[in-house]
């Protein structure tokens, strides 16, 4: 079944008051747009963002959720393959298109019962207001977003959305739609309007004849964010939807993402985004432990450092690298857990949003993990701990199926690249998705699955747009050159934190990133020169995705036990299973460690045996009390130089690393337990 | 778009009549939003003619095997006549789909290999055309021009890398003045990046390194367009004048003045077609679409047609 209802561009009052009339006749009364998908055509942020209002609901109970939206996905010429995909998985039964007059004759192969409403840019508000709301729904408030920015339009938006209310978005002439307003605020029973923008709101007043409140689009922020009450912040740059060189509009998908995790929101125009956070958690809002940054690097700017290796070596022209936001240049603990939703454009995001806050999957979907290394024969090192990552995988319960070497090839890549829920490529770095230059493979459609994409530089390349276009939910992958000893590592790090401490994959991140810069401080104390290399990869990794996300395929508690440390008092016990991981081999490596252990590039020459073999690294994090002061120390009864730390201070966190020689002797294959006394230091809070 | 079905050619053989039906012009009229490109005047260049030969080895899988070919059409550049489609057993629909006309084969459950042949003659002459200087756009774009906006697998358009390249480049200039988009984007496709053999042909990894393939400059121009509101796409032809290695090539057609016009930046090909090329498709999309088959393979074969004379005597 088909309704259609249009809203061409009316000419005269009378004609206006028709349209309504019919459009008002058209449906059933309804609290929001009846619908378990919208469809918007087009882009334009004054199409789209009454969607937002018109369809939300309250959040059901116990949901983080600020409003229930139902996917809203905004397609146009071209995104058919893909959308269809996407609605083929959600399976709506009743579909609200949206669009400008004569965009549902586009061709679009839509699910379920389809509702067409079409109106042109400057009408959709009143259309959407007028078939979503009826009399006696009684929202709190008509919002009316002023003026012509997008930035107070997004937070009204937000907060129309949050209160179930209706949004109009005026045009050059405010009185007018502040008019419009007041005669749906009579007809609803709101009992005010609501101006996100400026505006005089005694006059405003009279033109509405209901009270007036105004906003800036701060303070709409605020008051929406009050509403959100979260440790989640979701920043976007509404700049990034006007202007020339085809700017991507990621800012308009902030407001359904933000609604549906229930983040507070806010803008980074003209400042960074660890600037914004502080400026927020400064007057009272968050803390933020999970920031969710929406925009590419134009729209939220990175930092730039020179390569701290090349420097180091002198070179004259170092290359210049962009360093993930809340991430310390110089190497200082990371304290948030952070995502960046990155797509080429708003239909890409659009879809990848629904994935993230609505079930997508179905029952084709692969829920293993396939683990791809060294395809190119060059980081033996690299593939010795992607084996025991694999192994890693496998102890916790993950159906893993791994290639190495030539095993890898393209066709191995085109079969199993949609079958998995976990992708891990380890390796020198090459666009899986491009396939042949003339015969490319068929762009199948992928699972909403995690793809990391361990090699240097896999960031800057065409897979990660191509992977979410096609319907990946997370890529993880780097902004520099990485070795495969620390790429491995850092990997290794990321899914064990996930399979054995149940992080989300921006807390994951932010703990292999404090792994690697516990090893930097580890290799300091051990004299070893190369750290600065070690340093770069700690630098380099980002979470293209949901920070709240948690581990992408089906986990269970592991066979074998996992390394795990406490605090007690002062005292941290680190204990260490006997049990071991099988033995994995790679040309001269190898490696037999315990399940949460960890690798990196040191490893022992025993000239009894040939070989060399890994050293196991143990890694835990503690959270410290306050009176262990904002600057504890580490001591142990082992050498100094078996084990390093780093501390996060507005977590509390310590990240503690210990070096197998920490070990005593003659423990031989027996569980062991490893004591460190936390001395309290710098500002210390009783 | 799918093109009415052609009965006539579910028999083996595509009659060469019928290789006129259904045509959309390459060089097309579109919506007039600015001085539509004029032939330039150019050197009386001879037309050529030439039998194009396309052997198509299909590996089957037991599956349902679907490939599409794209076949070439007349236009202002280029006649193509005498066309053959030789499909042993392969069911064939023609269709047109985005201005270019697809054989649809398909095959069910094929095992092992099968060969699709397709051939033609095409005369082909020099197309050299003014370019008309057009505006870097904002905004939405018309309708029709969506298509070849939209970023795509090969051409990233509104990637921040790109767009970041891009607005270093001609921020300055437009400051100066200047805001001819396509002279922006050939620019800087032509300047800005080492050309090389072995260069890289994905448009990302060119920018990140610097250098590119003759077909990566390519992709950079139509990319660059497309970031600026110029609709652009790449072009597949086939390399007649060529006579080792692949003759498949590409360049790219800008839509400028409301009609396409070729270019490409490698060859330095500003408005110019020469009559070595014969065009077959347009878009990025691979140049043999396949599913359901363990591989495609594909050789040319080019020679002089044979045309037979009647002795009067």
């Not at chain 1, 994935?355 to 084709?364: G, N």
């Not at chain 1, 490529?425 to 793809?451: C, I, K």
Request: charged letters at 25%.
């Amino acid at each position: 079944m088909s309704l259609r209802i249009s809203a061409r561009p009316l000419v005269g009052g009378a004609a206006r008051a028709l349209a309504l009339v019919l459009l008002l006749t058209a449906g059933p009364a309804r609290a929001a747009l009846e619908a378990d998908v919208v469809l918007v055509y087009g882009s334009s942020w004054r199409q789209v963002l009454p969607a937002y209002a018109a369809a939300a609901k309250a959040p059901e109970a116990g949901s983080p959720a600020v409003a229930r939206l139902p996917p809203v996905i905004l397609w146009t010429t071209g995104e058919e393959r893909w959308t269809e995909d996407v609605l083929r998985r959600l399976e709506p039964k009743k579909v609200v298109s949206l669009g400008p007059p004569g965009a549902s004759g586009a061709r679009l192969e839509i699910p379920g019962e389809v509702r067409h409403i079409e109106a042109t840019d400057e009408r959709m508000g009143s259309v959407l207001a007028n078939a979503a709301f009826d009399e006696g729904d009684a929202p709190p408030a008509v919002y009316v977003a002023g003026g012509s920015g997008l930035g107070p339009a997004l937070a009204a938006a937000a907060l129309a959305a949050a209160d179930r209310a209706p949004l109009l978005l005026a045009g050059a002439r405010l009185h007018v739609t502040v008019r419009e307003a007041g005669a749906l605020a009579r007809k609803l029973g709101a009992k005010e309007i609501v101006v996100v923008g400026e505006g005089d709101a005694t006059a405003l007043a009279a033109a509405g004849g209901r009270r007036v409140k105004v906003l800036s689009g701060d303070e709409a922020l605020a008051a929406y964010a009050a509403r959100a009450r979260s440790r989640h912040l979701v920043l976007a740059s509404p700049a990034d939807a006007t202007g020339p060189f085809s700017p991507p509009k990621l800012s308009l998908l902030s407001v359904p993402y933000a609604l549906g995790k229930g983040a507070a929101l806010s803008w980074v125009d003209g400042s960074s985004p660890e600037e914004v956070a502080a400026a927020l958690e400064s007057r009272g809002e968050g803390p933020y432990d999970f920031v969710t940054i929406i925009g590419d690097h134009l729209a939220v700017p990175m930092r730039h450092v020179e390569d701290i290796d090349q420097v180091a070596a002198g070179k004259a022209d170092p290359r210049i690298h962009k360093v993930p936001p809340f991430v310390d240049p110089d190497g200082a603990a990371s304290d948030r857990a952070v995502g960046r939703l990155a797509a080429l454009d708003a239909y890409d995001l659009s879809r990848w949003v629904a994935r993230l806050l609505h079930d997508v999957s179905d029952r084709q979907d692969g829920k293993g993990a396939l683990v791809l290394a060294n395809a190119d024969h060059k980081f033996i090192l690299g593939e010795a701990i992607s084996r025991t990552t694999s192994a890693e995988l496998a102890n916790a319960g993950v159906r893993v199926e791994s290639f190495y070497r030539e095993e890898i090839t393209p066709e191995l890549i085109r079969k199993e690249l949609p079958g998995h829920g976990l992708v891990l490529w380890e390796g020198h770095p090459r666009d899986l998705t491009l396939d042949d230059d003339a015969l490319p493979a068929p762009e199948s459609s992928l699972p909403p699955a995690t793809f990391f994409l361990q090699g240097c530089y896999t960031l800057d390349r065409s897979d990660p747009y191509l992977l979410i276009e096609r319907g990946a939910t997370s890529v993880i992958g780097t902004y520099m050159a990485v070795y495969s000893a620390s790429g491995s590592g850092f990997a290794r790090a990321f899914l064990s934190s996930q399979l054995h401490e149940g992080e989300t994959a921006g807390e994951a991140l932010a703990s292999a990133r404090n792994y690697l810069l516990a090893i930097v401080e580890l290799k300091k104390r051990r004299g070893h020169k190369d750290w600065r290399k070690t340093l770069r990869a700690a630098l380099s990794f980002d979470l293209w995705g949901d920070p709240t996300a948690p581990l992408s395929v089906r986990a269970r508690r592991p066979r074998k036990a996992a390394v795990t440390a406490s605090l007690r008092g002062d005292r941290i016990s680190m204990r260490i299973p006997a049990s071991r991981l099988p033995r994995v081999e790679a040309g001269p490596y190898n490696a037999e460690i315990r399940p949460g252990a960890q690798l990196s590039a040191l490893y022992d020459v025993d000239e009894s045996k040939p070989g060399r073999r890994l050293v196991e690294l143990f890694f835990a994090k503690v959270k410290l009390p306050p009176e262990l002061g904002d600057d504890p120390q580490i001591t142990a009864p082992y050498d100094e130089s078996t084990y390093a730390w780093v501390w996060a201070p507005r977590t509390r966190k310590l990240s503690l690393l210990v070096h197998e020689a920490a070990v005593p002797k003659g423990a031989g294959r027996r569980d062991v337990t490893l004591r460190f006394q936390v001395h309290p230091g710098g500002k210390v809070s009783k | 778009m799918t093109a009415p079905r052609l009965s006539a050619i579910l028999v083996c053989v595509v009659p060469a009549a019928l290789a006129t039906i259904g045509l959309v012009g390459a060089v097309s009229a579109g919506d007039e939003t600015g001085p539509a490109p004029r032939k330039a005047d150019a050197q009386a260049v001879p037309s050529i003619e030439r039998t194009v030969r396309l052997t198509v080895r299909v590996e089957g899988n037991g599956g349902d095997a679907y490939v599409e070919l794209p076949l070439a059409q007349s236009d202002e550049h280029q006649t193509i006549t005498d066309e053959t489609l030789v499909t042993r057993g392969f069911q064939v629909e023609e269709v047109m789909r985005d201005g270019n006309r697809l054989a649809i084969l398909t095959f069910p459950k094929l095992e092992g290999p099968r060969r699709i042949t397709y051939q033609f003659t095409a005369r082909i002459r020099s197309t050299k055309v003014d370019v008309p200087a057009t505006p870097v756009s904002v905004g939405d774009p018309p309708e029709e021009d969506r298509a070849w906006l939209r970023p795509t697998r090969h051409l990233q358009s509104t990637s921040p890398i790109i767009r970041e390249k891009l607005i270093g480049f001609a921020r300055p200039r437009m400051e100066a003045g200047e805001n001819d988009a396509i002279r922006l984007a050939w620019d800087l496709a032509r300047t800005a990046y080492e050309r090389r053999k072995d260069g890289s042909r994905t448009v990302l990894k060119a920018t990140r390194t610097g250098h590119a393939s003759d077909r990566g400059i390519d992709r950079l121009f139509a990319t660059f367009l497309r970031t600026s509101g110029v609709p652009s796409r790449p072009v597949f032809g086939v390399d007649v004048g060529k006579r080792k290695g692949g003759r498949l090539t590409t360049w790219v057609e800008a839509k400028a003045g409301g009609a396409w016009v070729p270019m490409s930046a490698p060859r330095n090909l500003w408005g110019r077609l020469p009559n070595r090329y014969v065009k077959l498709a347009h878009g990025d999309r691979p140049f043999i679409v396949r599913e359901g088959v363990e591989s495609v393979r594909f050789r040319w074969k080019i020679s002089r047609p044979v045309h037979t004379a009647e002795e009067v005597q």
